[in-house]
C-alpha cells in the first residue's frame, strides 16, 4: 500500500523508533548551515604557499598542533543526552530549526521494545565501540572484495532475513535506503526490500512533512548517529549512520549511489514516475544487489570515492604509451571511449576527440564490471550510462577480460557495432600480447605498488630517477593507543605510515600500500576515515578552504598539504615529530615527481578534465 505523503496521515512501521534531535533545512540563509565536529576545525589555520613545505612551515607557530578528543569521550558526552522519544517541529516560513527532547536518561539500560536499538545508542546491546568493528566487512570474503595487503575485504551480505524488527538489523552500524517518492522500497543494504515497506513509509513521511512545508531536509542528529538525506527527483537516497563519517562524505556516497543506478537505467526513469506516480522500479534493478553492495564495500577502502580521482596502475611508461597507442587507433575507427585496467586501476584511457570521461564514471563503471560475474565468462555487449557524461542517454559497452584482472571496455554510441568492437579487442590483444602489456600488468600486480619503505633517505638521494625507491630509513617512533596493538613494523622515514598524493591537473592519485603497522583491516578503515574527515576540514567552504593542516590524536599524526598543482595527505606515528614530519612530505612530493611517468597517465588522453 502506498503511503499518502501529507502528513496528516498515520504512518505505519516503526516511526517511533527513529529519533530526530535536529532537523536541518535547506532554505535562504539555513542553506549552508554546517554541523562539523567543532574538533575538527580547531587551530586549523591558512597559509600562504611559498614552494617548499620546509620554507612555509618552519616556524612551531606556522601550523597549530589540533589535538583531538579521544572519539569515546565524545561517544560518553553524546549519550547523556539521548532522547528517549523526540518530536521534530518545522516551520517553513522562517527556515527555522525546532526540536524538542524527554528527559534524559542516566545509567546503562538494557535494550527494551521501547528504544530504537540502533548500535551505539542506550537501548541497544551493541555501542558505538572503541575498536569500530568493520560491520560491512565482517562476513568475509565473498568473491567481489578486494585484497588489500594480504587482507581480503568481502563486501557483506545482504542478509535477506533480516528487517526493522530484527535486532541483527538495528546493530548494523550503517544502512542506505533508496525509496521512491510513494514510499516503495528500492534498495536496502540490508534486510529484504518488501519486509522493510513501513519503515521506507517512514522515511518518505519524513521527506513529505519537510517538504510540504516548503523545506527539503537534509540530515537529522541523534545521538551518535547521522540520517542523511538525498531527494533526486522522485527517489530518494538515505543513510543511517553511527561511523562517526562526515555529513559531506555520507553526501557524497549517496550521490555515487545514486549515480550507479542511472549506470545501469539513466536518468530517463524519471519518466516513468511521471506517468505512474505508483511506479516499481525495484524489477528494473533486479540481479544488481552486487553491484551496490560493491559500490557501498568501497567506501570504505577506495580512496576515489571521496577525492574524485582514478588511480593508475604503476607501469614503466613505453608499456604504458604501447597500450596508449593502440587504444588511439581504435578511438579513432569510431569508438567514443577505449579504457584498459586491471581490478579497479586503469592501465590506458582514450576517447574520441572533444569526449570527456570524469573520474566518478570510471569509478562507476569499473564498479559495475568487476562486481557482475556475468562480464567475467564472456565477451559481453551492454547498454550503460555514465551519469558525469550524460545522465539521460544510454552507450553501448563491449567488455572483455583478457584475464582474471585486466579487462577491456568499448564504449560506443551504436547499438549495432558489437562486431565492429569485437574486430578491435582482436587488434588490441595482439598488439598487448606482442609488446608485452600484459605479461608487465601481472608482474605489476605481483611486486604491488609504492611502499613508505621506500622514499629515500633524504632529499639529497633523489637523483630524478625512480631508482631511488630502493631506499630505505630506520626512524621509527613508539605510538601509543589502540592503533599499536600487535605493531610489527617500522613504518616509513620518520614514522610515515601511508600517504595519498593527488594531481589535481589530471584528477588522479596515487597511494602507498598498507603495510604494518597499518596490517589489519579494522586499522586500515581507521585511517581512510581520518583522511575523509581531514579532507572534508580541508575543503570546508564555511571555514575554508585551508593550504595546511597538522593534526595529532591518539591514533594518528595526520598532515596534509594543498597546493594549485596537487593535494598530499600523509599518516604519521601518532608520536612522530613535527618539523620530521613536514620535511618527510616534502620528500614524498619529490619521489611522486620523479617517477610520475609510472604512477600517472601523462597527455595519453585528449580529455578536458
Known amino acids: 500500500m502506498d503511503p499518502d505523503p501529507s502528513p496528516s496521515q498515520p504512518v505505519d512501521g516503526d516511526a517511533d523508533q527513529i529519533p530526530c534531535s535536529t532537523v536541518v533545512t535547506e532554505e535562504d540563509g539555513v542553506r549552508d548551515l554546517r554541523l562539523d565536529d567543532p574538533a575538527d576545525r580547531k587551530g586549523t589555520e591558512e597559509l600562504e604557499s611559498n614552494?617548499?613545505?620546509?620554507?612555509?612551515?618552519?616556524?612551531?607557530?606556522?601550523?597549530?598542533?589540533?589535538?583531538?578528543?579521544?572519539?569515546?569521550?565524545?561517544?560518553?558526552?553524546?549519550e547523556t543526552v539521548l532522547a528517549s522519544s523526540e518530536e521534530v517541529l518545522g516551520d517553513s516560513s522562517r527556515g527555522a530549526l525546532v526540536w524538542r527532547e524527554s528527559s534524559d536518561r542516566d545509567g546503562e539500560e538494557p535494550p527494551s521494545p521501547s528504544s530504537s536499538g540502533y548500535a551505539g545508542e542506550r537501548g541497544s546491546s551493541v555501542g558505538s565501540s572503541e575498536n569500530d568493528d568493520i560491520g560491512d566487512v565482517?562476513?568475509?570474503?565473498?568473491?567481489?572484495?578486494?585484497?588489500?595487503?594480504?587482507?581480503?575485504?568481502?563486501?557483506?551480505?545482504?542478509?535477506?532475513?533480516?528487517?526493522?524488527?530484527?535486532?541483527?538489523?538495528?546493530?548494523?552500524?550503517?544502512?542506505?535506503?533508496?525509496?521512491?517518492?510513494?514510499?516503495?522500497?528500492?534498495?536496502?543494504?540490508?534486510?529484504?526490500?518488501?519486509?522493510?515497506?513501513?519503515?521506507?513509509?517512514?522515511?518518505?513521511?519524513?521527506?513529505?512533512?519537510?517538504?510540504?512545508?516548503?523545506?527539503?531536509?537534509?540530515?537529522?542528529?541523534?545521538?551518535?548517529?547521522?540520517?542523511?538525506f538525498l531527494v533526486k527527483g522522485p527517489i530518494y537516497l538515505v543513510c543511517i549512520s553511527c561511523t562517526e563519517e562526515t555529513n559531506e562524505a555520507l553526501r557524497g556516497q549517496l550521490e555515487l549511489i545514486y549515480g550507479q543506478m542511472l549506470v545501469i537505467l539513466t536518468k530517463s526513469v524519471n519518466r516513468c514516475f511521471e506517468r505512474n506516480p505508483k511506479f516499481d522500479m525495484t524489477p528494473l534493478l533486479g540481479g544488481t544487489d552486487d553491484?551496490?553492495?560493491?559500490?557501498?564495500?568501497?567506501?570504505?577502502?577506495?580512496?576515489?570515492?571521496?577525492?574524485?580521482?582514478?588511480?593508475?596502475?604503476?607501469?614503466?611508461?613505453?608499456?604504458?604509451?604501447?597500450?596508449?597507442?593502440?587504444?588511439?587507433?581504435?578511438?579513432?575507427?569510431?569508438?567514443?571511449?577505449?579504457?584498459?585496467?586491471?581490478?579497479?586501476?586503469v592501465i590506458s584511457l582514450v576517447g574520441a576527440q572533444k569526449a570527456s570521461l570524469r573520474p566518478d564514471d570510471v569509478l562507476l563503471l569499473s564498479n559495475f564490471v568487476l562486481s557482475s560475474e556475468s562480464f567475467r565468462t564472456s565477451e559481453s555487449f551492454s547498454?550503460?550510462?555514465?551519469?558525469?557524461?550524460?545522465?539521460?542517454?544510454?552507450?553501448?559497452?563491449?567488455?572483455?577480460?583478457?584475464?582474471?584482472?585486466?579487462?577491456?571496455?568499448?564504449?560506443?554510441?551504436?547499438?549495432e557495432a558489437f562486431y565492429h568492437l569485437k574486430d578491435c579487442r582482436v587488434r588490441i590483444e595482439r598488439v598487448l600480447v606482442t609488446?608485452?602489456?600484459?605479461?608487465?600488468?601481472?608482474?605489476?600486480?605481483?611486486?604491488?605498488?609504492?611502499?613508505?619503505?621506500?622514499?629515500?633517505?633524504?632529499?639529497?638521494?633523489?637523483?630524478?630517477?625512480?631508482?631511488s625507491r630502493l631506499s630505505q630509513d630506520g626512524l621509527t617512533s613508539a605510538a601509543p593507543g589502540r592503533v599499536r596493538e600487535g605493531y610489527t613494523g617500522i613504518g616509513g622515514p620518520s614514522g610515515l605510515w601511508h600517504f595519498i598524493y593527488r594531481s589535481i591537473y589530471l584528477d588522479q592519485y596515487v597511494s602507498s600500500e598498507f603495510s604494518p603497522?597499518?596490517?589489519?583491516?579494522?586499522?586500515?578503515?581507521?585511517?581512510?576515515?581520518?583522511?575523509?574527515?581531514?579532507?572534508?576540514?580541508?575543503?570546508?567552504k564555511g571555514s575554508g578552504p585551508h593550504k595546511k593542516q597538522f593534526r595529532r590524536d591518539e591514533n594518528y599524526v595526520m598532515l596534509c598539504w594543498i597546493t594549485q598543482d596537487f593535494e598530499l595527505y600523509a599518516a604519521f606515528d601518532p608520536l612522530a615529530d613535527k618539523a620530521l614530519a613536514i620535511k618527510t612530505c616534502d620528500r614524498v612530493c619529490h619521489w611522486i615527481r620523479d617517477m610520475e611517468n609510472e604512477v600517472f597517465l601523462l597527455g595519453a588522453s585528449p580529455f578536458s578534465w
Not at 317 to 326: E, F, L, P, V
Open 291 to 345: 553491484v551496490f553492495s560493491s559500490l557501498i564495500h568501497a567506501f570504505s577502502w577506495n580512496p576515489a570515492t571521496f577525492l574524485h580521482a582514478y588511480t593508475c596502475l604503476p607501469l614503466a611508461y613505453s608499456t604504458r604509451q604501447a597500450a596508449g597507442a593502440i587504444l588511439q587507433d581504435v578511438a579513432d575507427s569510431g569508438v567514443l571511449f577505449a579504457i584498459l585496467m586491471c581490478k579497479h586501476k
Open 435 to 467: 609488446s608485452n602489456v600484459l605479461s608487465e600488468v601481472q608482474r605489476s600486480l605481483l611486486d604491488g605498488g609504492l611502499h613508505v619503505e621506500d622514499l629515500p633517505v633524504d632529499s639529497s638521494s633523489h637523483s630524478g630517477s625512480s631508482s
Open 138 to 228: 565482517e562476513n568475509g570474503f565473498s568473491g567481489q572484495g578486494n585484497p588489500i595487503d594480504g587482507i581480503a575485504w568481502g563486501t557483506g551480505r545482504k542478509h535477506i532475513g533480516e528487517d526493522e524488527a530484527s535486532v541483527s538489523w538495528r546493530k548494523r552500524k550503517k544502512h542506505f535506503f533508496v525509496l521512491s517518492h510513494s514510499g516503495k522500497p528500492i534498495y536496502s543494504r540490508y534486510g529484504d526490500e518488501h519486509k522493510l515497506a513501513g519503515f521506507s513509509a517512514t522515511l518518505q513521511a519524513i521527506i513529505s512533512f519537510v517538504e510540504n512545508s516548503g523545506d527539503c531536509v537534509q540530515l537529522v542528529r541523534a545521538g551518535n548517529h547521522q540520517v542523511v
Open 517 to 540: 603497522p597499518l596490517n589489519s583491516a579494522s586499522r586500515q578503515k581507521w585511517l581512510y576515515r581520518a583522511y575523509q574527515r581531514l579532507y572534508a576540514s580541508m575543503h570546508d
Open 51 to 78: 614552494g617548499s613545505m620546509q620554507n612555509e612551515l618552519r616556524h612551531e607557530g606556522d601550523m597549530e598542533i589540533v589535538e583531538e578528543i579521544p572519539q569515546r569521550a565524545q561517544d560518553l558526552v553524546e
Open 383 to 415: 547498454p550503460i550510462c555514465l551519469p558525469r557524461y550524460n545522465p539521460m542517454a544510454f552507450l553501448y559497452a563491449y567488455i572483455h577480460f583478457f584475464d582474471v584482472d585486466t579487462y577491456l571496455m568499448l564504449l560506443t554510441t551504436s547499438s
